[in-house]
């Protein structure tokens, strides 16, 4: 559990007789800061079920196994498709395959709690296509000058990645109407605070 700096008006349990369990999908435009997001709000309520996905990519410094994901080999990830194993996945950047267990998700459900999951674009359409009862949730910018801002990052891009960078990010705020809410990032306590209520934690 990565909850560590909970203040004490924020820890609650959730109730875990809960009659509207549902799956929650985080998603949004790449560089949005869906991560801190859900970082925050795990800090704030460490007993909320978040599901932990797989991926093929490795490990970054300070990241747990079995905690922030499920590091699998391309195998792995293979035979979690193969035996039906992930509720959905994506090949995220091109590069790395990333997945939500099933199985889990299930668990949590069956236990009357709601579920966040916090994946990208093309995972939430698949979750909207197989969980027509998921609660989907699209974080955006306050802008698209301020993405366009954090994806240019420390600028040591091309100017033909930017472009491209560009070209995603305005192709992703589009999915925006396929959602049925919108949460917009003004500061992360704001957005953890919107997230929170529609998880019926406030
Ligand atoms: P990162 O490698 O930075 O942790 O994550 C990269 C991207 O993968 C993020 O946009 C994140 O939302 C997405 N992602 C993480 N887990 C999953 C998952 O289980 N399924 C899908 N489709 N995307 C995921």
Request: glycine share 8%; aromatic share 6%.
């Amino acid at each position: 559990m990565i909850g560590r700096t909970r203040g004490p008006w924020h820890t609650r349990r959730m109730d875990s007789t809960s009659q509207s369990a549902r799956i929650v999908v985080l998603a949004g435009p790449s560089g949005v800061g869906k991560g801190t997001v859900v970082k925050q709000l795990k800090e704030w309520y460490p007993d909320l079920a978040v599901s932990v996905s797989a991926t093929t990519r490795d490990p970054r410094p300070g990241e747990i196994d079995g905690v922030d994901y499920h590091f699998v080999t391309d195998e792995e990830f293979d035979r979690l498709i193969a035996s039906d194993g992930l509720a959905e996945w994506a090949l995220v950047h091109g590069l790395n395959r990333y997945g939500t267990p099933q199985a889990p998700l299930d668990a949590e459900l069956a236990r009357g709690r709601s579920v966040l999951v916090e994946i990208d674009l093309a995972g939430a359409r698949q979750i909207r296509h197989s969980r027509p009862d998921a609660y989907l949730v699209f974080l955006a910018p306050p802008s698209m000058e301020e993405l366009i801002a954090r994806l240019s990052g420390r600028g040591t891009e091309t100017f033909e990645e930017q472009q491209r960078r560009l070209a995603t990010a305005r192709e992703e705020m589009a999915a925006r109407s396929e959602f049925d809410t919108t949460i917009v990032n003004t500061t992360v306590t704001h957005a953890a605070r919107e997230l929170a209520a529609i998880l019926g934690l406030d």
